[in-house]
């Protein structure tokens, strides 16, 4: 395991104890459905992928990985997604409605989803690791399946950790010049004087922990959003807030513009 894999190990270990001290333990971080984009007929809802193959139910049929999606059989983005704590592996809601305005500003579409996976339990000591490898493997799976792919990296809230720590493992060297953008919102290692910094958030100061930072050679490709408000993004604590949970409907217009201008 590479040195950055074991910096940020460590400092989820630091940060699961200071979870565990939390009382009382919050509800998880969704137990709605978020409300449903208007459906257009310039793009379709992109198909989601990962875990076990299932297919999210209110989305179009989808197969085991690199599924066929607009003209071709390699889409020519596909987005690969970590879900938050508790979200299902295989109907993530979260980060949908930013999914779905992607698929909306990207036009012709030809997109894909990949689901991360890893537990998104509470044992935030090994998740992050865990699913930092699965987004390593999907790298590597789909760059010889697919050579001319190229991939947005998204993550909420311990998906954002997924996501960092993938980042910073020696093993993504090879697919750099393939990660055209990265998202991540409500993260934990959030660096609100990092270039990525977005949101509220960005500029001010944030408590808890020395945090793992988005490597150098990826900032400019990275929008990371924080909210004033949110108790997960702005302490690197547990504190689910109403602006934890905001980001989905808050910033589809926002990020989709972002991935598209990296496009």
């Known amino acids: 395991m590479a040195v950055n894999m074991r910096v940020s ?9 200071t979870f565990a001290a939390a009382a009382p333990m919050p509800q998880p971080q969704f137990w709605w459905s978020w409300p449903r984009p208007t459906t257009t007929t310039t793009a379709p809802t992109p198909t989601q992928t990962g875990g076990t193959g299932g297919s999210i139910p209110t989305l179009p049929p989808s197969g085991t990985g690199g599924t066929q999606v607009g003209t071709s059989t390699c889409p020519s983005i596909e987005i690969i997604a ?47 690791s865990v699913g930092a490898a699965d987004v390593i493997s999907r790298l590597r799976s789909q760059s010889a399946r697919c050579p001319n792919q190229k991939y947005v990296l998204a993550g909420y809230s311990q998906g954002a950790m997924v996501i960092v720590t993938a980042l910073r493992d020696s093993g993504i060297s090879a697919y750099d010049g393939k990660i055209a953008a990265i998202i991540l919102f409500g993260n934990p290692y959030y660096d609100p004087f990092s270039a990525a910094a977005a949101g509220t958030q960005a500029g001010r100061s944030v408590s808890g922990f020395s945090r793992p930072k988005i490597p150098d050679n990826f900032v400019g ?14 302490t690197g604590g547990f504190a689910i807030t109403s602006a934890h949970l905001a980001y989905g409907n808050k910033y589809p217009s926002e990020a989709a513009q972002f991935v598209k201008s990296k496009l």
């Open 82 to 128: 970590a879900r938050g704590t508790t979200e299902s592996q295989t109907n993530p809601t979260g980060m949908r409605p930013i999914f779905n305005e992607i698929s909306r500003q990207i036009s012709p579409f030809n997109q894909n989803v990949y689901n991360v996976v890893y537990p998104a339990s509470f044992n935030f000591g090994t998740g992050p």
């Open 221 to 234: 490709r990275a929008r990371d959003w924080c909210d004033s408000g949110d108790g997960v993004c702005t």
């Open 9 to 17: 190990t460590i400092f989820t270990a630091a940060l699961l104890a």
